[in-house]
Every structure is written in C-alpha cells, then in structure tokens.
C-alpha cells in the first residue's frame, strides 16, 4: 500500500491532482477526506494602526535608552 498526500482541485465535479512519478499507471482504489475546516482569512493590513507624524528629537530607539543598562 502506498501513502500519497497531496493537494488536488476540483474542476466541474472532476477532481484533478498531481502524483508523483512512483505511482505506477492504470486504475487504482483510493480514499478522499475533504478538509471543509475555513481556511484562516489572511491579514489586513489597511486596518494596522500606522503612526506617520513626524517624530521630534527627544525619540531615541537606542537599545541602552529603551532597556536601561542592562541591555534587557
């Protein structure tokens, strides 16, 4: 028995997927899970908080002046 764990996609009720060579030609039994978890929905980024004012001279992002002397 061979394992083979791949994507595939379906295509007006047909499924098409891509196997590696190993699998040799002709008909085969084969069992399908459909994963139907949601996939996550990517991250929106026109909602991120964006501070674009200018920045005055008393701002330093010196790692001493942020953490102290201890460099934490």
Do not use: C, N
């Amino acid at each position: 028995m061979l394992t083979v764990k791949t994507r595939v996609q379906i295509v007006d009720g047909r499924l098409e997927a891509k196997l590696p060579a190993s699998v040799p030609s002709g008909e085969h039994e084969a069992v399908i899970v459909i994963d139907t978890a949601e996939t996550p929905k990517p991250f929106d980024m026109s909602r991120f908080p964006i501070d674009d004012g200018p920045w005055d001279g008393s701002i330093s992002l010196r790692r001493e002046d942020m953490y102290g002397d201890d460099g934490r």
